[in-house]
T-cell receptor, first 111, second 117 residues
Framework: GDSVTQMEGPVTLSEEAFLTINCTYTATGYPSLFWYVQYPGEGLQLLLKATKADDKGSNKGFEATYRKETTSFHLEKGSVQVSDSAVYFC??????????FGTGTSLTVIP | DVKVTQSSRYLVKRTGEKVFLECVQDMDHENMFWYRQDPGLGLRLIYFSYDVKMKEKGDIPEGYSVSREKKERFSLILESASTNQTSMYLC????????????????FGEGSRLTVL
């Protein structure tokens, strides 16, 4: 069935390090793909999205490219900050408007 | 600004109690969802609703029920709370109705952390 798999955490990085969080999906058709972020004590909020193959979503220095050939949507940031410490969720939506989420990857950035 | 409001941020209940978690959205969205979030398991869908008085089971509906009497309000009910229902509960809404596909995002509330003793 439809699913999303993202890399296990937790991830700890030093400030200004490069970040990659892997995400792959299984699906029929071409689902829209999302990255959500959850800061401590808060609900989830949309970080970026891509609605079709080869689209690149970007926001706050984060990027992810919808790769149909590898069914992937990896999240990247060139230089992380302490304020990026959060839990990151990869997600996809099917044609029935049901969202499927990965298990989340906790990121801690240390000064 | 869009807003999904969950009535209680933190609740502590005893085993066997009836628990109501309320969620209100001000965006006139058709779809509303209840998820629970647990460490290592991510978000799991409990119930969702496409419209007023409509509800559908998600992946883990056992032990829960829902009510959607008005479009803006979607309530999650634990008829008899148990310790394994201790969790973070997240409400979300989405603009598309049943039968239409929308590529937009889910809007989340801040969550309700329930502890059942």
């Amino acid at each position: 069935g439809d699913s999303v798999t993202q890399m296990e955490g937790p991830v700890t990085l030093s400030e200004e390090a490069f970040l990659t969080i892997n995400c792959t999906y299984t699906a029929t058709g071409y689902p829209s793909l999302f990255w959500y972020v959850q800061y401590p004590g808060e609900g989830l909020q949309l970080l970026l999205k891509a609605t079709k193959a080869d689209d690149k979503g970007s926001n706050k220095g984060f990027e992810a490219t919808y790769r149909k050939e590898t069914t992937s949507f990896h999240l990247e940031k060139g230089s992380v900050q302490v304020s990026d410490s959060a839990v990151y969720f990869c997600a996809r939506v099917n044609t029935g408007n049901q969202f499927y989420f990965g298990t989340g990857t906790s990121l801690t950035v240390i000064p | 600004d869009v807003k999904v409001t969950q009535s209680s941020r933190y609740l502590v209940k005893r085993t066997g109690e009836k628990v109501f978690l309320e969620c209100v959205q001000d965006m006139d969205h058709e779809n509303m969802f209840w998820y629970r979030q647990d460490p290592g398991l991510g978000l799991r869908l409990i119930y969702f609703s496409y419209d007023v008085k409509m509800k559908e089971k998600g992946d883990i509906p056992e032990g829960y029920s829902v009510s959607r009497e008005k479009k803006e309000r979607f309530s999650l009910i634990l008829e008899s709370a148990s310790t394994n229902q201790t969790s973070m509960y997240l409400c979300a809404s989405h603009p598309a109705g049943r039968g239409s596909h929308h590529t937009g995002e889910l809007f989340f509330g801040e969550g309700s952390r329930l502890t059942v003793l």
